[in-house]
């Protein structure tokens, strides 16, 4: 096969970021700049996505990738997108932007709970697989409401990474996983679902055409290349939402379950049925290939809980030893010189998923002994690291009731798998063999595969998997003796979170976090 690369563009919460890969899957450039979604005034949790800005950033990134990689720009056969999942852009009769908003944004708590109690979200769970929290119906009403004079001129609707190839070749279409995270899709049709776009109130045309996911829907324009560098003409692939692209990326199955490590913890499976919890606790949304889907219970910043105890704790104690210790390092020494348990300490980090009355309590640490002052910073930073190992868990189990299926061995990725302990412990918690993977830029490499399928230069998403994805790094062993000790660790640990989101429900403690729209009692 000739040398050739492809470029995989990614919008993800934090940053925008361009990637360049050859065909085995290794990293040639890239390029990256970080942005913010500003707060919209008089507005509680209103935060738009600036698609101005942000679209010359990708601009910007591209070009410095293509400079970074040392290639002509004629060398990349194929463009493909990926971004956050949820966000949302609204298009003019003109095809010109007039609202767009990030997947974080939290404007419309009013219209997600008129929605709630109007029997509406349950509609959308059963049929969409997600409950409105975050999602498009809720937004949609907020800006009928709020702006109606926006609302009066919208003409198409397109999820975030949509919006990136629709700025790259004047295309307007859609595919199937970020498609899906607008709660307005048929999930086992794989398309949108008239039914629910009538049922909020809306017309069924403001919505794209769908095609599956490395499919190529169009070619880059001359003002774009003008723009990024690229070559007018260059194919641009249906790509799609970061966490399917990101379980693409790792070679991931149907009958797979996948840890991802992020600031939020996704315990993953695949499956080729269209699975929607009938307890509404899990989310389901399409996966990448064409009969595939993803089902996913999310904890609530697990990995996120253990920076802030590195921030809030140990770099302050380095900076004024003035020490070079590197502080995850410090906390994972610490943390394994405690035993089993923490010595009896509990993190109340995050309670688990339930899509419609889902709330987590403020932060809280349990068990911690005041006679062993000498230890407790490493109590503290086991117990959260036990906390997102148990919520991981719980995840498992339901997502095993679900499918029906057991899953003996999970991968793990994403920065909380890149130490020792992290993975043990969940290997240990779970009784699990855990799977390392060596690829680090999972979402960007799916994408990746997705432009080389759509360039031709692979004849199936399986065929570009099997040349590009990297081999697994290490293997975890659950520890038989910790297995046996976690046990009933693993209850106590349920009955503590519990205990302590009531106790905050009754004493007026306000939670970290509770969904709009979400059914005022816990099922």
């Not at 990293?27 to 913010?36: D, P, R, Y």
């Not at 994805?469 to 106590?492: C, D, F, G, H, M």
């Amino acid at each position: 096969m000739k040398t050739a690369y492809v470029m995989a563009v990614d919008a993800g919460t934090g940053s925008g970021r361009a990637i360049i890969y050859n065909l085995k899957g290794e990293i040639v450039g890239s390029a990256q700049e970080e942005w913010t979604h500003p707060a919209v005034e008089g507005v509680p949790g209103g935060l738009d996505f600036t698609t101005g800005p942000n679209g010359d950033l990708l601009d910007r990134v591209i070009g410095r990738a293509i400079v970074d990689a040392g290639i002509n720009a004629a060398e990349i056969a194929a463009v493909s997108t990926t971004s956050m999942r949820e966000g949302i852009v609204l298009y003019d009769e003109a095809g010109e932007v007039l609202w767009a908003c990030p997947n974080v944004d939290g404007r419309a708590q009013v219209q997600a709970d008129a929605l709630t109690r109007a029997g509406i979200s349950d509609e959308i769970y059963r049929r969409a697989g997600d409950w409105v929290s975050i999602t498009a119906p809720a937004r949609l009403h907020w800006l009928r409401d709020n702006r109606p004079d926006l609302f009066g001129r919208v003409h198409k609707l397109g999820m975030i990474s949509d919006w990136m190839a629709t700025r790259l070749t004047d295309t307007y279409v859609t595919e199937p996983t970020a498609g899906s995270s607008s709660a307005l899709f048929d999930l086992s049709a794989r398309v949108w679902s008239g039914e629910l776009i009538e049922r909020i109130g809306l017309n069924a045309n403001i919505v794209p055409p769908v095609v599956e996911t490395g499919t190529k829907m169009g070619e880059l324009s001359r003002a774009a290349a003008a723009r990024c560098g690229l070559i007018a003409g260059t194919p641009v692939v249906a790509g799609g939402g970061d966490t399917q692209l990101a379980l693409l990326g790792l070679g991931r199955r149907a009958g797979q379950a996948t840890l991802v490590g992020g600031s939020f913890w996704q315990m993953t499976i695949l499956s080729d049925d269209a699975l929607i919890d009938p307890a509404f606790g899990p989310r389901t949304l399409c996966h990448a290939r064409s009969g595939e889907w993803m089902v996913e219970g999310i904890g609530f910043l697990s990995g996120f809980a253990l920076r802030w105890v590195r921030d809030a704790f140990f770099e302050p104690l380095l900076k004024l030893a003035q020490s070079d210790l590197d502080a995850f390092a410090l906390i994972e020494k610490l943390a394994q010189d405690v035993p089993v348990g923490a010595a009896g300490t509990i993190a109340a980090t995050a309670c688990p998923m339930q899509s419609d009355a889902w709330r987590q309590p403020p932060l809280s640490f349990l068990g911690l002994d005041l006679n062993a002052p000498g230890v407790a910073l490493g109590q503290v930073a086991r117990s959260v690291m036990e906390a997102g190992a148990f919520l991981a868990n719980h995840h498992l189990e339901k997502l095993e009731a679900l499918s029906g299926q057991r899953y003996d061995t999970l991968q793990f990725t994403g920065g909380s798998s890149q130490g020792t302990l992290w993975p043990q412990i969940v290997a240990d918690v779970t009784g699990r063999e855990i799977e390392i993977p060596e690829v680090k830029e999972t979402t960007a490499l799916g994408c990746a595969m997705l432009a080389a399928v759509g360039a031709g230069l692979f004849a199936t998403i399986d065929e570009a998997v099997d040349a590009m994805a990297s081999p697994i790094e290490r293997r975890v062993v659950p520890n038989p003796e910790n297995v046996a000790l976690y046990q009933p660790l693993k209850t106590r640990w349920s009955e503590v979170i519990g205990g302590v989101r009531d106790l905050g429900d009754a004493s007026g403690l306000e939670p970290i976090w509770r969904p709009a729209g979400a059914r005022n009692t816990e099922l």
